[in-house]
Nanobody, 128 residues
Framework: VQVVESGGGLVQAGGSLKLSCTAS???????????IGWFRQPPGQRREGISC????????VYADSVKGRFTISRDNDKNTLYLQMNDLKPDDTAMYFC???????????????????WGQGTQVTVSS
């Protein structure tokens, strides 16, 4: 499985960005065999989980730091995950990673150790 993030960039505080994460899979696995999460690592800090979505898209989880501002979604027909980020703040500056967890459970989780595949990340920089 290859996971590739895109959509990062430089934005002013209060602005918006939409990240995408596309997965290339090998049969027999399919994109909807995976719960997917977004993680971020600010400069000099540990990586943290910020949002995840179940395989069906029916259930989502958000960290308190992004709740109400970020929206996660997925299009299983396109093998793509999205993260709509609104009202961005300088504290949102980080490398953003997408990670996939083989799971057909009803929910998802943000435990790094449980993720099976990781992308290389896309940089988001928010200026004040």
């Amino acid at each position: 499985v290859q996971v590739v993030e895109s959509g990062g960039g430089l934005v002013q505080a209060g602005g918006s960005l939409k990240l995408s994460c596309t997965a290339s899979l090998s049969s027999p696995m399919a994109f909807d065999d995976y719960a997917i999460g977004w993680f971020r690592q600010p400069p000099g800090q540990r990586r943290e989980g910020i949002s995840c979505i179940s395989w069906s898209g029916a259930n989502t989880v958000y960290a308190d730091s992004v709740k109400g501002r970020f929206t996660i979604s997925r299009d299983n027909d396109k093998n793509t995950l999205y993260l709509q980020m609104n009202d961005l703040k300088p504290d949102d500056t980080a490398m953003y990673f997408c990670a996939a967890q083989a799971s057909n459970g009803i929910s998802c989780d943000l435990e790094e150790a449980r993720m099976d595949y990781w992308g290389q990340g896309t940089q988001v920089t928010v200026s004040s």
